[in-house]
């Protein structure tokens, strides 16, 4: 991620890893503060759908259903079972999908902006600059650490399926999670495949479920990719005449 290493040491012990924006400290932590919301939001999905199939049991042992009037039933509340085992826990789900990828975002942004307003830090291409630019969001992020600090965060392993979450995050956003509505029908449907052995697919109605062990996996990844940059800066004992020799 580091493509250009101080080969130098600090002035001083004390400046051993430079400027370190407090972004690179608090993105780790809040991502971690939502794996244990995502626990809490697992264990409250299982709670009130094992709630729902007691209740489905309860009324069919009172009610003697069996054979045909058995069957009757389940048609008659099919919307409420799909409701149980497939839009509430998506619902609730896509929550935290949003969650992570504006809590990523932001962090990035907080990052760069952390950056230049500090005088000490040199800033070649200020992120207005950048901004003016046809990146737009986490890329915009990327050019500025880029071509200020030669820290080529797109190098990291976990790069590619952030983006393309990204993206299935937009269909979420802009087309409630439709594929069939979403801007890109033929790339939306590629990405569902690709990352389906992590836990996502495409329901009967053609829109996008989650689960639990997806949303896990892409906070690891996400939590990966902070440490990976972290190390990067301290890699490269960040910038600024105050913490280097002449």
């Not at 580091?2 to 004390?14: D, S």
């Not at 975002?105 to 003016?132: M, R």
């Not at 990966?224 to 190390?231: A, I, Q």
């Amino acid at each position: 991620m580091n493509r250009n290493p101080r080969p130098i040491p600090p002035k001083e012990k004390w400046f051993s890893i430079g400027y370190v924006p407090s972004a690179l400290f608090s993105a780790k932590s809040e991502l971690r503060n939502l794996k244990d919301y995502l626990a809490i939001v697992k264990k409250y999905i299982n709670e009130e759908a094992e709630g729902f199939r007691k209740g489905v049991e309860m009324e069919i042992r009172q009610h003697g259903l069996k054979g045909e009037y058995l069957q009757d039933y389940y048609s008659a509340n099919e919307d409420e079972f799909d409701k149980w085992h497939s839009s509430f826990p998506n619902t609730v789900l896509i929550s935290v999908l949003i969650l992570s990828c504006s809590r990523f975002e932001t962090a990035l942004t907080e990052l760069c902006k952390q950056f230049e307003l500090d005088g000490d830090v040199q800033i070649s291409y200020p992120w207005g600059v950048v901004g003016k630019q046809k990146d737009t969001g986490i890329h915009r992020s990327k050019t500025f650490l880029q071509n200020n600090f030669q820290i080529w965060i797109s190098d990291n392993v976990g790069w590619e399926f952030i983006v393309d979450v990204f993206k299935i995050r937009d269909c979420f956003v802009h087309a409630g999670g439709n594929i069939n509505l979403s801007k890109d029908v033929f790339q939306m449907r590629n990405l569902i495949n690709k990352y389906s052995k992590n836990g996502i697919k495409e329901n009967q109605r053609h829109e996008i479920e989650l689960t639990p062990p997806f949303l896990n996996y892409l906070i690891d990844v996400m939590i990966s990719f902070w440490e990976e940059l972290f190390n990067s800066f301290i890699n490269n004992a960040i910038v600024g005449s105050v913490y280097w020799p002449s």
